[in-house]
């Protein structure tokens, strides 16, 4: 057995058929300096990581696909910029775009700290500042990327009031180049998105941390883990003959109050509480009697469905016409966050009895609550007063009504023209006006819930509500189950698959997250789920994607999370949190450079980059990626050397970050062990593309595990799920597998000769048949000790 | 005026013009090199894989995006068919330098064929503002209006699909090799 020294770097391709085991890396109880050298960049400021941005963005160079070709953000505008002209102020569309794009990285960035310290304070004043950040016996680095970003090692709830101080002067400084005559280079707007996406990162940790440590969410102490239990996901789950409150959005404290009143009060039961969106996922991990009753794209629907006595708004992806919506079904609406108060008057600290009055009676339409432990009472007493008064109230037409809209249709295509999936609606009302509802139905799951269509129908059809008829039946039936957030990976988890991450025969980390704009419905969150949990992978969802991917079941009628486990190990499918909670697939990532390498995290944070763009085979998937907060996740991701797919509709954030493996000199690479430079294979060819549709996303994904680490065994496996998936869902070999074969022993032994034949024929390769082994052809020869990096100071030997 | 297939899709001050089929195809005849890039949304009809295939047989070379390469391979008209991803090929095609599907150059002309709407028009949005010098020109035969190609076809609904069949009929009739 080998022991890894503490701090120092473990050559992993050294260890052969050996136990890895780690004892502490940090020594506890001692001064704030004792627990890790410092490292070299704490609290990195815009320029400090600018060299690892521009190696990033020089190999994979800032790709654009303008909206607009306009701009109009001062009066000298509009200017037209197509065609790379300048403006009146002389930036050009390349940097324009560059420009938008660290925009949406300062909105999503803002919303995730605006969130986070928000959240502090509401936790600081109910708890006080000592909360302990203790997630039980298998977490000892409890916050890696607050390490990693900061070189703090957060004790309580407390400290984070300095991270987020960090956090808040960055974005300050990063909003600053966005103005007119500021920053004129696109690759230093990247550079600053980059930076935005990493703050983005930690401000995650940080909301997640401290919702886990104040509410006791699930963590390494009995029953968390893989053993968190399953909630009911789905319309179909909500017993409607109760009282019914419907909380949306991300900050959970104000749901988590409506569950303590109900659990004080004996109301469990009786009344049910269900959520839209992450502030539901973040309800069930404090409150297991909760339902999670859509994510995103279905807002629209549930709210105009009218199941909803009460509805509870907190922050993000909240639809800005929720009030409306509200009203035309008689739900009174509670806004609990400063930042979505709708026209509503303020009513915190007032007394609960008037305030229940003035919603029950229809008074008021809504209220705003600041103060999340006030909003408990008022909703529940609302909602046990409403359900009485709309008991007989039904939002779902009528068979006449139905009848009478799909044959009012003039199949004009107004509807069509405004959709953003482009959806044949008035065909599917002519079918269905002939007495086939089915391509009526089937639209459902396909429309992402915007309403557009409505808006332009000139014979002025409730287009929502009549897909929502033809679809009632699926919908009374659709009842998933899912698994509660967990929230951190445990280090002994990093432990046991450090390894086989590494070495690439566990053959990756695919992490789903984020929104629901998808091309063509849910079913394809499950569908990429269920590819690579069976192929062994493992898979970490977040948001609006592990939501969706439950409502759809395999053949023995299990969905995804009944049919697998839930471990950080091969095969696993782990519901990780809300999208606050994705910052925890970065823990991951950054533990195993830790843990398993045995690489320092304190203020450290471009090595550990560099250390995962080369070794860890993780890819993260947003297939329906919508927000400005996805657009700052995916950054994030980036920044620390994961790569992301996006779906169709992800082409719209404007800016891709594409390779070219065609181009050698954007491939050499450095062994640390003798600073020799080495042409490596595209290994991940690209950190930010969209793919067309999941058929071609799923062997792209396994395309974005390969990693110039992966020893000739774990390459093969993830050579084996390429060209599988390829001739899956393309039928044909991918063109490109040969860039990945070092050696015969890359190949699958199973289908080894048939590839040597394939490469001699079609690539010209040589290959010498008797020791079955290639002479000539690969980008470089396989070699175990190969030690890959970017960064020159890294080496430990020259040649 | 037309309005784009996704209303609010209005770019700027460069818009496409629409044309009819013969228009289109004099337009791609002029090419020197020009490629055909077809997405997923070629296979929901066989008609429309026969429709690529007889432009292919004209000898112009098909970049497959999406998932559609499963179409040639069904019909078994791989000759000249390259898997691509969309975004990965446009990458290349705003580079001048780009050695092309044959290794022998970039294209100076782009016809694309059967993607989805919104993800073809950021596509045809990047060319039209970066793939300028030389330029490389672009064309759209869906059944949308593509404000972002230089030319395309109105917008068909569905209940006009026996016409832009017919349209893309004498699309590939026009176009002259
Ligand atoms: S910021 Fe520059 S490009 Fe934009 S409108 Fe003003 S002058 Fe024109
Ligand atoms: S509500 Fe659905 S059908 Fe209507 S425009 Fe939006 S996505 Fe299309
Ligand atoms: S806009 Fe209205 S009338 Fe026109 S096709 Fe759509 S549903 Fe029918």
Redesign the interface.
């Known amino acids: 057995m080998e022991e890894i020294k503490k701090g120092g770097l473990v050559d992993v391709f050294d260890l052969k058929n050996v136990d890895v085991h780690i004892g502490e890396i940090v020594d506890e109880g001692e001064g704030e300096e004792e627990w890790e050298p410092m490292g070299p960049h704490p609290m990195p400021r815009i320029a400090t990581l600018r060299d690892w941005d521009f190696k990033l963005l020089n190999r994979y160079?800032p790709?654009?696909?303008?909206?607009?070709?306009?701009c109009c953000l001062c009066t000298y505008g509009k200017c037209?910029?197509?065609?790379?002209k300048k403006g009146a102020c002389g930036i050009r569309?390349?940097a324009q775009q560059g420009r938008i794009v660290l925009l949406a990285c300062l909105v999503g960035c803002s919303a995730h700290c605006g969130h986070g310290r928000h959240l502090l304070h509401d936790m600081i004043k109910k708890f006080g500042p000592d909360v302990p950040i203790d997630f039980g016996p298998e977490v000892d680095i409890e916050a890696p990327l607050t390490r990693l970003v900061c070189g703090i090692k957060p004790k309580t709830i407390g400290d984070y009031d300095e991270v987020f101080s960090y956090v808040e002067e960055q974005i300050v400084q990063l909003a600053d180049a966005l103005h007119t005559g500021q920053e004129g280079s696109y690759m230093d707007f990247e550079s600053k998105a980059l930076h935005m996406g990493m703050l983005d990162s930690l401000n995650k940790e940080a909301a997640d941390i401290i919702q886990i440590a104040c509410y006791g969410m699930p963590t390494s102490l009995p029953g968390g883990g893989p053993d968190v239990p399953l909630v009911d996901v789905g319309i179909g789950t909500i017993d409607t003959n109760k009282p019914v409150i419907i909380v949306i959005g991300h900050n959970v404290p104000p749901a988590a109050d409506i569950g303590v009143y109900l659990t004080e009060n004996d109301l469990e039961d009786k009344v049910e509480l269900g959520g839209i969106c992450c502030t539901s996922i973040d309800t069930t991990r404090v409150y297991t009697k909760a339902k999670i009753v859509s994510a995103l794209g279905r807002q629209l629907r549930v709210l105009r469905a009218g199941i909803a006595d009460v509805v509870v708004t907190d922050e993000q992806c909240i639809r800005a016409d929720v009030l409306e919506l509200c009203q035309r079904v008689q739900s009174p609406m509670i806004a609990t966050n400063d930042k979505a108060m709708h026209g509503l008057v303020d009513r915190t600290d007032d007394d609960p009895n008037k305030i229940v009055e003035d919603l029950v009676s229809g008074r008021v339409p809504g209220v705003i609550i600041l103060e999340p432990d006030q909003v408990g009472e008022v909703a529940v007493r609302t909602a046990l007063q409403m359900d009485k008064k709309r008991r007989s109230l039904n939002f779902i037409l009528s068979d006449d009504e139905f009848k009478y809209y799909v044959n009012d249709c003039i199949?004009c295509?107004g509807c069509?023209?405004?959709c953003?999936n482009?959806l044949?609606i008035?065909?599917a009302n002519k079918s269905a006006a002939t007495g086939n509802i089915k391509p009526l139905a089937d639209l459902f799951d396909l429309c992402v819930g915007c309403g557009r269509c409505e808006q332009?129908c000139k014979k002025h059809i409730p287009i929502v509500d009549v897909m929502t008829k033809a679809a009632y039946p699926q919908l009374k039936a659709e009842k998933g189950r899912m698994r509660i957030g967990r929230g951190p990976i445990w280090d002994s988890e990093i432990r046991e698959v450090g390894a086989p991450l590494v070495l690439g025969t566990i053959p990756g980390i695919i992490a789903p997250i984020g929104c629901g704009n998808y091309?063509n419905g849910t079913k394809d969150a499950w569908l990429i789920v269920k590819e690579f949990a069976e192929r062994n992978y493992i898979v970490t969802l977040t948001g609006c994607m592990a939501i969706d991917c439950a409502l759809w079941k395999d053949e023995e009628g299990k969905t995804i999370y009944e049919a697998h486990h839930g471990r950080f190990d091969a095969g696993g499918v782990l519901n990780i949190g809300s999208c606050v909670s994705n910052a925890h697939i970065h823990g991951a990532a950054i533990k195993v450079a830790s843990i398993f390498a045995g690489r320092p995290l304190r203020g450290n944070y471009e090595e550990i980059a560099d250390y995962i763009l080369s070794r860890v085979g993780a890819c993260g998937v947003a297939w329906g990626a919508m927000s400005q907060k996805a657009a700052s996740i995916a950054t994030g991701f980036n920044r620390l050397g994961v790569p992301a797919v996006v779906g169709?509709?992800g082409?719209?954030y404007?800016r891709?970050f594409?390779s070219?493996p065609?181009i050698k000199e954007d491939w050499k690479l450095i062994d640390a062990t003798d600073g020799s430079e080495v042409y490596v294979e595209p290994g991940p060819q690209?950190l930010l593309?969209?793919?067309?549709?999941v058929?071609?996303a799923l062997p792209?994904m396994a395309k974005l595990c390969f990693r110039p680490s992966d020893t000739d065994r774990g390459r093969s496996i993830k050579l084996t799920h390429y060209i599988d998936l390829n001739q899956k869902?393309?039928?044909?070999y991918?063109?490109d597998w040969h860039l990945f074969v070092r050696a015969a022993s890359d190949l699958p032994i199973a289908t080894r000769n048939e590839l040597l034949k394939k490469l001699e024929d079609e690539q010209e390769w040589k290959i010498d048949w008797k020791k079955k082994k290639i002479v000539e052809g690969p980008i470089r020869g396989y070699n175990p000790s190969f030690n890959p990096t970017n960064l020159e100071r890294l080496i430990r030997g020259k040649k | 005026m037309e309005v784009a297939f996704d209303v609010a899709n209005v770019s700027g001050p460069e818009m496409g013009g629409i044309a009819p089929p013969e228009v289109i195809g004099s337009y791609i005849s002029s090419a020197r090199k020009p490629l055909l890039v077809v997405g997923s949304e070629m296979l929901r009809d066989d008609f429309f894989v026969e429709i690529a295939i007889e432009i292919g047989k004209k000898g112009i070379p098909i970049a497959a995006t999406g998932h559609s390469i499963r179409g040639f391979v069904e019909k078994e008209y791989t000759e000249n068919v390259h898997y691509y991803n969309l975004h990965e090929l446009t990458n290349y095609l705003r580079d001048p330098n780009w050695k092309g599907l044959d290794g022998e150059g970039n294209y100076d002309f782009v016809i694309f064929y059967g993607i989805i709407y919104y993800y073809a028009s950021q596509m045809l949005s990047c060319l039209k503002n970066f793939a300028t010098e030389p330029l490389v020109r672009t064309v759209s035969i869906d059944r949308y209006y593509h404000p972002n190609a230089r030319m395309s076809f109105t917008n068909i609904m569905p209940r006009m699909e026996e016409e832009y069949k017919d349209m893309l009929d004498k699309l590939v009739e026009s176009i002259k090799r």
Do not use: Q, W
């Not at chain 1, 790709?63 to 306009?70: E, K, L, R």
């Not at chain 1, 869902?729 to 044909?732: A, E, I, P, R």
């Open positions: 160079k790709f654009y696909a303008p909206i607009c070709d306009m037209d910029l197509t065609g790379n569309m390349d199949l295509g069509t023209l405004a953003p482009g044949h008035g065909e332009v091309p169709p509709h082409a719209k404007r891709a594409m070219r065609d690209d593309v969209a793919c067309e549709t058929e071609e792209m869902y393309l039928s044909t991918p063109p």
